[in-house]
């Protein structure tokens, strides 16, 4: 015998998944992703669903639940899933697997176009921040973070050799997970750092200076041009150093109304800003891939002074773009890079 509050859920979900997708049939069984579905769309299709549902599930959960019948019991539970730290973005028939680590978000979802143009045998993970489900609080400590991604990496892969790739925030946690592995012994093969920086506190005086006045100017240019409410609201969020502001393709600041996120991410982004102020990196013995936005915008604009005084050697290449566009626009580049950093590792 059918449940009917399950049967009237997927009735639901058929519906928005057809407005969604554009399609005017959709089986309970088919699969989102062999529908056309990515990563924006899984967006608005989970802001759907929490209206009409009443229950706000984190976007990233499309890669558990792929189909309308399983979205439709997840939400039918008694208690919100949690959402796992390591999620299967690509299989992969080749060992070993790749990790990638988010950025200051904590969504895996921000990959999905980076991922799908990568050319690797290899199964792609990514590692999800904690507390994006709402249900635990987020981390404010890269050691904390680097700690639980590794427990969760060991049960998919329990000995080396390891690929790592962690963008912006994520490449400090990957950093510091490479530190943990290498002194366990075990082999790290690829270490991928894609337009990560430390806090400009632990930069050289001169890098310090020189991103002040960078980061003054764009402020200025920005709150001349914003509302005053809007304008009151930055000015307050950047005093309490709450809130990267991401430049667009001209080098200039994109503002974020904080009501266009949900409070589930805002404090995972809070907290993740907590734990980059905090990390100070050490000398890593090993060396890095560094891929570097060709607009420089928040960041240091010489990712070699900076990573070369910080690890024994440091390569680095470029891709057009902001620190944003290098994986929403210009992601088949980006995925290139990636994919020939991995047959490099694996000879």
């Known amino acids: 015998m059918k449940d009917e509050s399950t049967t009237t859920m997927r009735e639901v979900l058929t519906t928005i998944w057809q407005r969604v997708l554009q399609q005017p049939s959709i089986d309970v069984d088919d699969n989102f992703f062999d529908l056309g579905g990515d990563s924006s769309l899984a967006l608005e299709l989970f802001n759907e669903m929490a209206v009409a549902c009443g229950r706000e599930l984190p976007p990233v959960m499309i890669y558990h639940a792929p189909t309308i019948g399983a979205l439709a019991t997840l939400l039918e539970?008694?208690?919100?899933?949690?959402?796992?730290?390591?999620?299967?973005?690509?299989?992969?028939?080749?060992?070993?697997?790749?990790?990638?680590?988010?950025?200051?978000?904590?969504?895996?979802?921000?990959?999905?176009?980076?991922?799908?143009?990568?050319?690797?045998?290899?199964?792609?993970?990514?590692?999800?921040?904690?507390?994006?489900?709402?249900?635990?609080?987020?981390?404010?400590?890269?050691?904390?973070?680097?700690?639980?991604?590794?427990?969760?990496?060991?049960?998919?892969?329990?000995?080396?050799?390891?690929?790592?790739?962690?963008?912006?925030?994520?490449?400090?946690?990957?950093?510091?997970?490479?530190?943990?592995?290498?002194?366990?012994?075990?082999?790290?093969?690829?270490?991928?750092?894609?337009?990560?920086?430390?806090?400009?506190?632990?930069?050289?005086?001169?890098?310090?200076?020189r991103q002040h006045l960078r980061l003054a100017k764009r402020s200025v240019s920005l709150v001349m041009k914003l509302p005053i409410r809007d304008a009151i609201a930055y000015i307050s969020q950047r005093s309490q150093r709450r809130l990267r502001i991401p430049g667009d393709r001209n080098g200039k600041a994109r503002y974020q109304s904080p009501s266009a996120i949900s409070p589930v991410i805002q404090r995972v982004r809070e907290s993740a800003y907590a734990a980059l102020t905090r990390y100070q990196p050490r000398f890593y013995n090993g060396r890095i891939k560094f891929v570097k936005a060709e607009i420089t915008t928040d960041f240091p604009d010489d990712p070699i002074a900076v990573w070369s005084k910080l690890a024994r050697g440091v390569e680095v290449e470029t891709v057009s773009g902001d620190h944003l566009e290098i994986i929403t626009t210009h992601f088949e580049h980006l995925a290139s890079i990636l994919s020939r950093y991995l047959r490099e590792a694996q000879g």
């Open 77 to 209: 539970q008694s208690t919100p899933p949690r959402c796992p730290p390591v999620v299967l973005l690509k299989s992969g028939s080749k060992t070993p697997p790749v990790f990638i680590t988010h950025g200051l978000g904590g969504s895996v979802m921000d990959f999905f176009q980076v991922i799908k143009h990568m050319q690797c045998p290899n199964p792609i993970y990514g590692m999800q921040a904690k507390g994006v489900d709402g249900a635990d609080e987020p981390f404010d400590d890269i050691t904390d973070m680097a700690d639980f991604y590794l427990s969760a990496i060991k049960e998919v892969q329990p000995r080396g050799p390891y690929l790592l790739i962690g963008y912006s925030l994520g490449g400090l946690v990957t950093l510091e997970m490479a530190q943990r592995l290498r002194a366990r012994g075990e082999e790290v093969a690829l270490l991928a750092m894609l337009d990560s920086y430390p806090h400009m506190r632990y930069l050289v005086p001169m890098q310090r200076l």
